[in-house]
């Protein structure tokens, strides 16, 4: 028997339960479904919540970028414990940051880091 959607969640991207439910009311059940998405397309979702004002909602941005890149992951407990920052400076020291990044998908995210990796 599976854990329950927010639980599911809850585990794999080690958020908090309101973060949880909030993806889950704006449609996302497994992490996985995340990995199709972009940071600024969850944003205006949560946005459209009745419980979730615009600055509450852009104050989910950054995580959102760890978020949708950790969908892509086979293992995403043990990489959410890896490259904690997602600030648009951290991102830049990275040399993964563009001005449409939070534009990108999950899985444009991962390509972007693994062109990075195996560039260094």
Same mark, same amino acid.
């Given at each position: ?11 794999? &991207? /080690? ?11 704006? *449609?996302? =059940?497994?992490?996985?479904? +995340? ?13 459209? &919540? /009745?419980?979730v004002t615009a600055a509450q909602a852009e104050g989910y941005r950054? *995580?959102? =970028?760890?978020?949708?890149? +950790? ?50």
């Amino acid at each position: 028997m599976s854990p329950e959607p927010a639980q599911h969640l809850k585990q794999k &991207l /080690a958020i908090t339960p309101k973060t949880a439910g909030l993806l889950i009311e704006v *449609g996302f =059940r497994d992490y996985r479904d +995340l990995r199709s998405s972009s940071p600024g397309l969850v944003v205006e979702q949560l946005k459209e &919540l /009745a419980t979730v004002t615009a600055a509450q909602a852009e104050g989910y941005r950054r *995580g959102l =970028r760890r978020m949708v890149w +950790l969908a892509t992951q086979d293992e995403p407990e043990e990489q959410a414990k890896l490259n904690l920052d997602w600030t648009q400076k951290a991102l830049k020291a990275r040399g993964i940051w563009s001005d449409d990044f939070d534009t990108l998908t999950g899985e444009e995210i991962n390509q972007r880091i693994q062109a990075r990796a195996s560039s260094v």
